[in-house]
Every structure is written in C-alpha cells, then in structure tokens.
C-alpha cells in the first residue's frame, strides 16, 4: 500500500515542471505577436490616419457613441438621418461584435504576470523534488532555467528580453534590499561593523584596483592585441567586477545555514560596499570624459565617497523617522499601515538615485530606523502582513532576476577573448584570497573573538558576484569604452564561475570543514532578558575602567532613545511603559502569535498571564494608564519581603529521587545541617577579617593597661585562650559543605544558650547586638556584663576591635606603644 502511495506522488513531482512547460508554450505566441509588432507599425504609418485601428478597436468607439459618425458633407447644424439597416448610398450596418481580441490592450501586463508565473512555478518545482535542491543552489537551477527560455525563444525566431538596468535597479533590487534592511540581525551586524566596513571599503578598493591594474598589465602585451584598452577603461571593470553580490550571498548563504557571525560580515559586506561600487564606477566614468585629470578631480572624487554613503544613510534615516512619526496616528485606519512602510522605504531609494546617492544604503537605513517604532504602533496583523509581503516580494524579485541573468545571456552581444576572460577569472579569485587573509590579520589585532583559518576561508570562498554588476556592465557607454560587449562576456564568466562552481561547493566544504552552521532554536525570554543584563553590566564595568567602549555609547544612544524620541515617534503607553515591562510584554506577545500561528492554541499552559489573551483579541485601552509611585516606605518593605523570601528558598525545595518519589525523611533536617555549615562559614570569613588574638581576662582593667604599656612584648595570652574555637579548614575544596568542621567546645557551648536569641540569629542570620551603655568609670570593652560569658565575651571582642588596617609583622607588638 505505502509502494503505491509512492507510485501515486511520483508523478505529482513533475506537476509543476510540466504546467511550467505549458506557460512557456504559451509565451511563444506572445513573443511573436510582439515580434510582429514592428512591421504591423511600419505598416500602419504607411497607410492613412483613417485606417490606423484596425476593426476591433472601431466597434467600442462605436458602441460607445450615442449615434455612428457623421460623415463629411454633413453640415453640422442638419438633422441626423433615421437608424436603418441601409441607408440612401447602400452602406451596410456593422454587426455587434460578441466575442473580440485585443492583445494589445494587455500585451504588458499579461506578459508580467506570464513572468512572475513562470518563476513561481519554478521555485515550486525545485522544493517538490527535494534531491534536486539538495545539491545544486536555487540560483543555479533559476539561472539553467533562463539559458534554456532564451534559447527556446531564440529558436523560433524571436529576440529574448533583456534584462534592462533601469528594471533591475528600480523595480527588481530594491525589495530584496528593503527585506534584508527591515530584518536586519542589529545586535549582530554592530556589534561587527568595524569588521564589516573594513571588508566593504577597504576590500573593495583592494579588489578594484588591484584587478584593474593587472588586467592593464596583461592587455599591454604586444602577443594578446588588447594594447587599445587603456588604464580607465580597466579599472572602470575592476570597480563592476570587484564589489561582492548581495543577491546572490543571500541566495546561497541562506541555504546552507551558515552560522550568525560569517552570515552577516558577508551579507554585511556585500550590503555596505554598495557606497564603493556606485563612486568608483561613476568616477571612472566621468574619467572617462575628461582630456586632463588635475590633482582636484582626485580629491573630489575621493570626498564624494563620504558624501554618496553617508548622504544615502541620511535619506534613509529622514525617511525611516517620517514613517515612525506617521504610524503614530493609524489607530483608527490599520488597513494602511503596512503601505507606509512599503512606500516610504521606496521614496527613502528613489530620493538617493535621483541624487546619485547610495540607494541600497538608504533602504538600510530606513528599515533599520523605522522598525522598533513602526512596530510599537502598528497592530499585530499589519506586522504579519509586512512580514510575508516583504518575504514574498524579495523571494519574487530574486527569482526574476536570476530567470534574466539566464536569459540575457542568450540574448547579449558577446566577444570572447580567452586571454582577457581567464585573466579576469584567476585575478579576481587571487585578490579576493589575498584581501581577506591580509584583512583579517590586521582585525584580528582587535577583535576578542578571533577569526579562525576556516572563518577566513569561508569568508574568501563565499565572495559571489551576481546580478548588480551584470547591470552596472549594460550601463557602460560604448561610445566612451569600445570593448563593452568583452567586458560584459568576462562579468557573465565571473557571474556563472562564482554562483555555479563556489555556490555549489560551498556546501559540502562547510560540511567537510565542520564550521558550526545556525541554531535554529529561538532564545527563550530568560536569555533575552540576561542578555540585556550583561550589557548593563558591561557598561557599567566600562564606566569603571574608564574605557568607553560599544557598550558605553550603546547604553548612551538607549538613554538618550527613551528620553526624547520615543516620546515622540511612539503612540500612547507603549513609550511611558519601563523598559523591562515593555521588554516583557513584546517577548510574550512573540511567543503567543508564534503559538497561535504554530496552531498550539489547546496546548497554552495554565500560567499564561492575561495580558497574552488581551494582546492576542486586543480591547479597547484606556485613554492614560498612570503607574502607580512607591512610596521609600513600601520599597523598603518589598525590599525586606524579596530578601527573606529569598533566603528561605532553599528550605522550601525539597529533593526527589528519579526512581522512587518518596519524600526523604531525613529532608529536613539535612536542609538545617546545611544552613548551619553555611553560617559557619559565614563566620569563619568574619573571624579571618577581625583580629583572632583575643583579650586577657583580667580583674583589673587599669592595671592590664599599665602592664600593656610598660611592657608590650610580656603580653602573653592566658592558657585561658584555649578554649577558643579552632576552625579546620581543608585548603583542597575550599566551598565544599564538608570543608569547614567545628571542633571547639566553646562554640558547643555557644549553641547551649538560651533558645530565644539563636533561634532568631537562625531565623535572621548572624545579628550584631549593641551592648547597653556601661556606667560613667567603667571599661567597655574589658569589663565584663552581668549576663556575659566568658566564651561571648572573647568572642565579641573578636568581632568589635577591627584593629589597625596594615597588617602587623613579625615581632611587633599586638598593641602599639603609644595605644
């Protein structure tokens, strides 16, 4: 029965590929008709205006009317003519018209949605079939995909698209880049930022230049007929080759589940050398233009780095606080919330193209800057909805834009050039090698977590170029650089090289290697909650030290983020709130839309607190929720409850045995035992900070003193002094509960006093009681009460007389001489 359930799946595989097949089939006759559709158009203009429309564009005009048209010689002011079916010079009436085509009319959209129902159904078909997915990367099948529509379109005759530059980088890259940004890990990206900019900047001005220079080198040699390629030109395809993809990092990365730290320097990387690619791709290209470069043009075009990056993080953070600010007031209207984070993060990218700025750094920015407070105004259904659009939108685009990578390659102009291609090849592997290893052996001098030979490694293989420079090589003027069609064969070999050979080894390598992959396990409220601890507690160590380190600024920005922006980008309660309720209440609502959404809603335990079921079928909340004040009074005393309660945990506790589950007899008084060895050695420590030579037990104080200072070497304790309490302490385990023995008779006759005031010291600890005020005459110290010990009395001496603070030599006296 199951072989047959197998029988029955096995031809479900395919499903997609074949309905896949079908759309192509499909595409055929569009791309014909759109073939066609120039020599229709030469066509058209040749014959007279009156006949440019063809008949089923006449009958809606028609039909639209209120009567057919008049003809020519009608003056306008005479009476129409009567309805009939033939009228005086024998023209026949038009028959309705009941079914019609009109290509046209939709030849674009329909040619969209033939596209993105093309790519869908390819992305279905490599999940179907796990085997293929196991092995060979997304990109690589979407990427085959593409070779073979082009080439089935080429076929029969017709020119495949082209993926057109303007598309790709207004239309296809920006909601990859705003779901990467939206969801960016900041705690992780950083925390490695100076790694991250090192690698993006200064890597990528490595790779650029040392590329450039070496394929000009190469292209002088008289034997490989490319000594017309200047300098420019070469470092001009040094800057489109160097910079690594972020599509295609994205695409592979994610499928191998790397682990957090290599996933976000690459990504990172690729995400912020975007400010680098866009400077020197337009600074070589003005280059270009130029008869003469000064020593100004240099300096120029080096400040217009800083201002394309950090003018893009600008856009971003402009646009990223105006979408904050307006979700403060979309209570009453949640149907549109979603739509201001979509428009505003593509307002935040078209504002920094329109000034030639980093549009990938202002997406960034945008995201990263609107999210926590888009999130604490927004409902939780829009949240979702932003969520899976964004998902849906970004995991589309790719699709696309690897489908047209493929495609385009049919369709291009190509020049191949073995010397220059090979070159290109083997010079952007060696300068990707040699930078990251140079790189990190400088970072590594910084860095408490050290990047290990297999992180540098990974880190050097997973460099992947992709889509962005494949544009940025359609965007080269051939009137200024000649050899466009050569530079676009080399990117296209770099292209397929990296994503097909690196993307498809990448995997069995981290396997081979043993680099720690991703833990898919989610941190628990606990962990967050010690996490931030550990960062208040660094910073405070920071504070001690004096070294302002992340960790200072971080706790700055907080501070200065609770006090003044919240109030003014987040609506209502949410910003009055402390930050550890708030952080509480967003962590239990994570975890209750996780398990309503996982379908465990008749799995919620017992203990879910009421503000879960009120935030999951939210009600109406009151208009000001003030906090109530404590009083120094009731902290005092919340103080006092926690600390008592706090103490007696441990007898509370009762132990269980995993084979039998009686409770223990002896539970109880083990537990007391316990106590008791642990006050003990409570006293031990305050015995070894005091003094432990005790006083004489003299009749006399007065003439003790006059002993003391006329011979302070005779001071010599009475054999008295034995029955003080000796304390072994074993040096091996120092906190074991076994360690510390009380061997003394005198602390036994201690624990025979009276019960009242040991049970309370039991109770409540070791208490230090102020004696009474002694009678004017009277020594205090040696003099001994009515209801003293002799026991009590040295002990308390012990205890009272801190003695002096550095700590007395060989052969000096207990007492000084001028005491």
């Keep these: 029965m199951q072989a047959k359930g197998f029988g029955v799946l096995r031809p479900l595989h395919g499903l997609p590929f074949v309905v896949g097949m079908a759309v192509l089939l499909g595409l055929l006759p569009v791309l014909h008709s759109r073939g066609s559709e120039p020599h229709r158009m030469a066509r058209m203009a040749a014959t007279p205006p009156s006949h440019i429309y063809p008949k089923s564009v006449e009958a809606p005009i028609e039909e639209i009317t209120s009567a057919p048209p008049a003809s020519p010689d009608v003056h306008p002011g005479a009476k129409h003519p009567a309805n009939h079916s033939f009228d005086g010079h024998g023209k026949k009436r038009k028959i309705f018209p009941v079914l019609d085509v009109d290509y046209t009319h939709v030849r674009l959209p329909f040619e969209i949605a033939l596209w993105i129902l093309l790519a869908c159904l390819m992305k279905l078909g490599f999940h179907v079939i796990p085997t293929i997915s196991g092995i060979v990367p997304e990109s690589c099948l979407l990427i085959v995909v593409g070779l073979l529509v082009g080439g089935l379109i080429k076929a029969v005759g017709e020119d495949p698209p082209i993926l057109q530059s303007n598309i790709f980088f207004l239309f296809l890259l920006p909601p990859i880049i705003l779901d990467a940004g939206y969801f960016l890990p900041l705690r992780q990206f950083t925390e490695n930022l100076g790694t991250i900019l090192i690698f993006a900047v200064v890597g990528t001005l490595w790779n650029a230049f040392f590329v450039g220079a070496l394929l000009y080198a190469v292209c002088q040699i008289g034997a490989t007929g490319l000594s017309h390629i200047g300098l420019l030109a070469n470092l001009l395809f040094g800057s489109i080759i160097s910079a690594v993809d972020p599509v295609a990092v994205l695409a592979v990365f994610e499928e191998i589940h790397i682990n957090e730290l290599l996933h976000i320097l690459v990504f990172g990387e690729s995400l912020l050398n975007d400010a680098v690619t866009v400077v020197l791709y337009h600074l070589f290209d003005e280059y270009a233009t130029f008869d003469k470069i000064t020593f100004t043009d240099i300096i120029l075009g080096f400040l217009s780095f800083f201002v394309v990056s950090l003018g893009g993080v600008f856009v971003g953070v402009v646009y990223g606080i105006i979408a904050a600010f307006t979700s403060r007031f979309t209570s009453h209207i949640r149907v549109i919330e979603p739509l201001f984070v979509f428009l505003y993060s593509y307002m935040a990218y078209l504002s920094a193209e329109l000034f030639h700025l980093s549009g990938i750094m202002a997406l960034i920015a945008a995201g990263v800057v609107m ?95 992709g889509a962005i420079a494949f544009s940025l090589g359609y965007l080269i003027e051939k009137k200024h650089f000649d050899m466009r069609e050569m530079f676009l064969t080399a990117i296209i070999t770099v292209i397929f090289f990296t994503v097909f050979v690196q993307g498809m080894t990448i995997r069995p390598l981290v396997d081979l290697l043993a680099v720690k992959k991703k833990q898919e396990t989610k941190r628990s409220i606990n962990e967050e909650i010690h996490t931030q601890f550990l960062d208040h507690l660094l910073t405070g160590i920071e504070d001690i030290c004096g070294h302002y380190g992340h960790h200072h600024w971080k706790d700055k920005l907080n501070r200065f983020n609770k006090k003044y922006i919240k109030k003014c980008l987040i609506a209502g309660e949410r910003s009055k709130e402390p930050q550890l309720i708030a952080f509480y209440h967003k962590m239990e609502m994570k975890q209750a839309i996780e398990l309503v959404e996982s379908g465990g809603m008749g799995k919620i335990p017992s203990a879910v607190s009421t503000v879960s079921m009120q935030n999951i079928n939210p009600k109406t909340l009151p208009v000001e929720r003030i906090l109530p004040a404590l009083s120094k009074d009731k902290e005092e005393e919340i103080r006092k409850i926690l600390r008592n309660n706090l103490q007696k945990t441990r007898q509370r506790l009762r132990s269980y045995n995993r084979h039998t589950l009686v409770a223990d007899p002896y539970e109880e008084a083990w537990n007391q035992m316990l106590l008791r060895r642990q006050k003990a050695r409570q006293l031990e420590q305050k015995i070894n900070n005091y003094l432990t030579v005790p006083a004489h037990k003299i009749d006399s104080p007065t003439m003790s003193r006059a002993r003391i200072g006329s011979d302070p070497l005779a001071y010599d304790p009475k054999p008295d002094s034995e029955n003080l309490p000796i304390i072994t302490i074993d040096p091996a385990s120092p906190q074991s509960p076994e360690s510390a023995d009380l061997v003394s008779e005198a602390l036994k006759g201690m624990s025979r006093l009276p019960p009242s005031p040991e049970e309370d010291e039991d109770e409540e600890g070791l208490v230090m009681r102020t004696k009474e005020p002694s009678s004017p005459g009277t020594d205090d110290v040696f003099t001994p009460g009515a209801s003293d010990s002799p026991s009590n009395q040295r002990m308390m001496r012990c205890l009272s007389d801190p003695g002096p603070r550095p700590e007395p030599e060989e052969g000096e006296p207990f007492i000084p001489k001028g005491k």
């Excluded at 385009?408 to 220059?420: I, K, M, N, P």
Aim: with cysteine; net charge positive; hydrophobic share 50%.
């Design 371 to 465: 999210r926590p407070y888009v999130e604490a105004n927004i409902s939780h259904k829009s949240h979702t909805t932003i969520k899976y659009f964004l998902k849906m939108w970004s995991s589309v685009s790719e699709t696309l834009i690897f489908i047209f990578l493929g495609v385009s390659t049919v369709a291009g102009q190509h020049r191949w050039e073995w010397t220059f291609v090979i070159s290109t090849l083997i010079f952007c592997l060696i300068a990707r090698v040699l930078g990251v290893l140079g790189l990190t052996w400088f970072i590594n001098k910084f860095r408490i977590v050290k990047l290990t030979p297999k992180d540098q490694f990974i880190i050097a293989y997973g460099g992947l170029r």
